[in-house]
C-alpha cells in the first residue's frame, strides 16, 4: 500500500502548489487594478480640479449646479472607458497563468495515479471583460457650496471684486469637492470589480481541485475489505473515479453565471 499512499502524498501536493499559485496569480491581478489609481484615476480627477472652476466662473449663479452636474457623468463615463481598457491586460495575463496552473494540476494529478487525465476546460474561452461603473447616490449638484450672496449691498469696485473673490473660493471649492467624490467612487469600482473578477475565476478551479478530490476520497472508500485483492481494488476504483470526476467538472466559466450581470459589472456608490 505505499504506492497507494504516494500516490495520495503526490495529489494533496499538486492541490497545495495549485492554490499557492492561485492565490499569487490573484496578487498580481489585483496590485495591476490598484495601479490605475496612480495611472488614471488621480491624473483625471487633478484634471477636473484644474479645469471645473473656469467652467463654473463662466455662467452665471443659476448655471452654477448645472454645470457640476452635467461635469460628472462625463467625468465618470469617460474614466470608465479609459479604466475598462487599462484592465483588459492584467485580467487577460491573469487567466493566462490560471490556465497554465490549472493544465499544471490536472498533469501532476494524473501522474500520481498513473492516470491519462484529459486536459481541463479552457477558462480563456469564455472571458470577457466587464465595464466599470462609476456611480453616486447624491446629485452632483449637491456637493455645490453655492455662491453667497455677500455684501451685495456694497456698490462699485470694491463690492464687485469682493464678489469675483467669493465666486472664484467656491468654484475651487466645489470642484475639489467633486473631484474628491468622484476618485473615491472611481477607486472603490476598481477595486470590487478586481476582487469579483478573481472571485469568479478563483471559484472554478477551486471547483476542479475539489471534484478531483472527492474523487480520490469516493475512491478509498470504494476500497474492498479483501486484503487480498485491496490494492488493486483501490487504485482501479481510483481511476475509475477520477475520470468520472473530470467528466463532471463544470466549466469554471459557469461557475456563478447567475450572478454574472449583478456582480461583474461592478457599480459602486458613494454617499454624502
Not at 78 to 98: F, I, K, M, Y
Not at 203 to 208: A, E, M, P
Not at 231 to 241: D, P, Q, T, V, Y
Request: aromatic share 4%.
Amino acid at each position: 500500500m505505499d504506492e497507494a499512499r504516494s500516490a495520495r502524498a503526490a495529489f494533496a501536493a499538486a492541490q497545495a502548489a495549485l492554490e499557492t499559485d492561485a492565490g499569487e496569480a490573484v496578487t498580481l491581478l489585483l496590485a495591476a487594478c490598484r495601479r490605475t489609481e496612480a495611472e488614471i484615476i488621480e491624473p483625471r480627477a487633478e484634471e477636473l480640479r484644474s479645469r471645473l472652476p473656469s467652467v463654473l466662473l463662466a455662467g452665471s449663479d443659476a448655471e452654477w449646479e448645472p454645470a457640476l452636474e452635467r461635469a460628472a457623468p462625463k467625468w465618470a463615463r469617460n474614466v470608465e472607458v479609459e479604466l475598462s481598457g487599462a484592465l483588459a491586460d492584467p485580467l487577460t495575463r491573469h487567466a493566462d497563468r490560471l490556465q497554465e496552473q490549472l493544465e499544471r494540476f490536472v498533469e501532476s494529478a494524473g501522474a500520481a495515479f498513473g492516470v491519462d487525465l484529459p486536459p481541463p476546460p479552457d477558462v480563456r474561452q469564455d472571458l470577457r471583460i466587464p465595464p466599470i461603473r462609476i456611480e453616486t447616490v447624491d446629485e452632483p449638484g449637491a456637493v455645490a457650496m453655492g455662491v453667497r450672496q455677500l455684501r451685495q449691498h456694497v456698490r462699485g469696485p470694491l463690492g464687485h471684486r469682493w464678489r469675483e473673490r467669493d465666486r472664484q473660493k467656491r468654484a475651487e471649492e466645489d470642484a475639489d469637492r467633486l473631484a474628491g467624490r468622484l476618485r473615491y467612487a472611481a477607486i472603490q469600482a476598481v477595486d470590487t470589480a478586481a476582487r469579483t473578477w478573481a472571485r469568479d475565476i478563483e471559484s472554478g478551479w477551486r471547483s476542479l481541485s475539489e471534484s478531483l478530490g472527492s474523487a480520490v476520497t469516493r475512491a478509498e472508500q470504494a476500497v474492498g475489505s479483501s486484503a487480498e485483492s485491496a490494492h488493486l481494488i483501490e487504485m482501479s476504483a481510483r481511476i475509475a473515479a477520477i475520470r468520472e470526476a473530470m467528466s463532471e467538472v463544470p466549466h469554471p466559466s459557469e461557475i456563478g453565471a447567475a450572478n454574472a450581470d449583478n456582480s461583474l459589472g461592478s457599480r459602486v456608490r458613494i454617499h454624502r
